[in-house]
């Protein structure tokens, strides 16, 4: 490939999911592929979030799907084209706080990041037993890194968020500690997103066709040897390796699309929608969103 054919990534460079982008561009694709902190706002030149985002266009972007719901709104050219890793969620909380089910959560402390997939996370699990948000008290911890230490110190009963927080938090509370899963419940799917308009023009859609090949690659090499990818997330998280290898089973890397990602996104637009105050997308108009055609091409690529 030429110089014409170099691509440029922008994704959240500090979560575990973004391991076989990172593989992807140091190993398998046949241009120059730079991958930057940022994510969907980078497809439209729009602001990123503060601290979270590096300047530059974005011919593909990663993101939670969320995110691609909420972006979507104003940028419905927005097209959602890979599901590159899952995140497994779960939720820990403190046994002295009187927690032992789902259920005594209800007028808990829980921490988390409302209006993101850890938040709809919780959203699910409450639900699961019969709760809503309204029964607990959320509260916004930020740096991330301080959502274990605020657990272990009592200010809050509970953390939800994605890995390796998560693990943080669990080593945090040590045998105090006690944990529910997302299985069965919800699992977040991080996606490639590009734009109609990136997809329409020839010499981008092959560039990103073959960098969706170099994930589906990527992520074979990954699932057969995780330790691949641990490097480069430390490099680009700053994560200890200790840490990374005791929180990867919560993750999975699929390079497909996820067979229930327009069922999830139905569902997940109402509870947005409601958040946001605003009336929810049809299921019908949600589905333009997906387009499966770029993961075809890359398959039908030796």
């Known amino acids: 490939m030429t110089q014409a054919d ?43 979030i503060p601290g979270f985002a590096e300047p530059g266009v974005a011919d593909v972007a990663t993101h939670a799907e969320t995110q691609g719901l909420r ?23 403190r046994r002295s706080a009187g927690i032992e089910s789902v259920a005594d959560l209800k007028g808990k402390r829980i921490a988390t990041i409302s209006n993101t997939s850890s938040g709809y996370f919780l959203h699910r699990l409450l639900q699961s037993a019969g709760l809503g948000s309204d029964d607990v008290e959320i509260v ?7 959502m274990g230490k605020a657990l272990a110190a009592g200010e809050v009963d509970a953390v ?17 500690v006690i944990e529910f899963s ?8 991080f996606n490639l997103n590009t734009s109609a308009a ?27 040897d995780p330790s691949l990818a641990w490097p480069l997330i430390h490099k680009s ?26 069922d999830v996104m139905a569902l997940e637009e109402k509870w947005l929608a ?6 929810a997308r049809s299921r019908e108009q949600l589905s333009q969103l997906i387009d499966p055609s770029v993961l075809e091409e890359a398959l039908a690529k030796s």
Do not use: C
Request: charged residues 20%; without cysteine; aromatic residues 8%.
């Open 237 to 262: 998280g700053g994560h200890p390796m200790d840490v990374i290898e005791r929180a990867w089973p919560h993750h999975d890397y699929p390079a497909l699309l996820d067979p229930q990602l327009l």
């Open 140 to 146: 916004r911890i930020l740096p991330l890194s301080d």
């Open 274 to 279: 409601a958040m946001d105050g605003r009336t």
């Open 6 to 48: 170099s691509i440029a990534i922008h994704g959240n460079k500090f979560t575990f999911e973004i391991a076989p982008v990172l593989l992807a561009a140091e190993s398998f694709y046949p241009g120059e592929a730079t991958v930057k902190l940022g994510g969907i706002a980078n497809l439209f030149e729009l602001e990123g």
């Open 71 to 93: 972006y979507s709104v104003g940028s419905p050219d927005l097209r959602i084209i890979l599901t590159v890793a899952r995140g497994l969620y779960r939720l820990a909380a």
């Open 198 to 224: 990136n997809l329409s023009d020839p010499e981008k859609r092959a560039k990103i066709v073959t960098f969706v090949r170099a994930i589906i690659d990527a992520s074979a090499a990954i699932r057969h």
């Open 160 to 176: 939800t968020i994605w890995e390796p927080y998560m693990e943080d938090a669990v080593a945090a509370l040590g045998d105090d």
């Open 182 to 189: 997302g299985k069965g419940i919800y699992h977040e799917m």
